[in-house]
């Protein structure tokens, strides 16, 4: 029998690429990680890794010892969320990543529903880039993540995860107060970072327009996006979420085909009926339902 500690470690390893980082995400030492992958490689009798440059990379037999241990892992989450399922109480620790707009307009009213309902339950929240977010519940750093899909920007959906589509949040032309939507095409622009979703998205759309936006400015921080409008610098197109709670201070206008962002979370397939997971995620939709679109 292979010792299911190892396992996992050799599990984490190929989620992360390097022995230093698994010893930085489960708080041990690289040499620690390397003498534990070591006494694996002896229970099974193969070797498991291969020297590549400063790296290692996984042999095909470890691959396979990989691909058995993430449905092992998938059963005891399963186990778990059984367990936990038949108590009358949530409580233990749940982890959750979202990104910025989500984290301003929802996650608060969302805590604290879950904080008033659930009062042994522990929260862990965290704001990353959606990919980030992704990711790290692949390598089971979060146990439920909140992402978005920009128009014709398609996310990948993988096989081991559970999706449940939350919204979707209209977008809107932001220019600063006064200027003529026909100015827009030769105003500066602020937008994400070169690659990112939202940007395809921003570009697509000013090109289907008849012109190539002047993008002078960019940030993946929204309320950065926002000051610049607000202070006539550059205008964006910013979803709706941006406004909840808030004053709308710059003019908005409606896009001549509506054009709106899908909202929703993941979690993967073992955690996906944890108690704790659907206590959440039933918190967050009615967060959602309580949102007012921008006056």
Partial sequence: MFDLHRLRLLRELSQRGTLAAVAQALNYSPSSVSQQLSLLETEVGVPLLEPVGRRVKLTPQAEILVRHTEEVLTRLEQAESEVAASLHEITGTLRV???????LALIPATLARMRDEHPSLRIEFQV??????????????????????WPDQPEPRFSGLEYRELFRDPIRLAVPRGLSVDEVGSFPWIMETE???????????????GYEPDVRFSSIDVLVKLRFVERGLAVALLPDLVW????????????????????????????GQHPA???????????????????
């Fill in 277 to 295: 997971v659907q206590a959440f995620r039933d918190a967050l939709a009615l967060s959602a339902e309580r949102l007012q679109p921008p006056r």
């Fill in 244 to 271: 909840y709670d808030r004053e709308v201070t710059v003019d908005l206008h409606e896009l001549p085909v509506p054009q709106s962002r899908l909202l929703f979370t993941a979690a993967r397939a073992g955690r």
């Fill in 128 to 149: 990353l880039d959606p990919a980030e977010a992704l990711s790290g519940l692949n390598a089971r750093d979060f146990d439920l993540v909140f992402l978005e899909e």
């Fill in 195 to 209: 690659g990112m979703p939202q940007r395809i998205f921003n570009v697509n759309w000013c090109r289907r327009h």
């Fill in 97 to 103: 990543a979202t990104f910025q707009t989500a984290a």
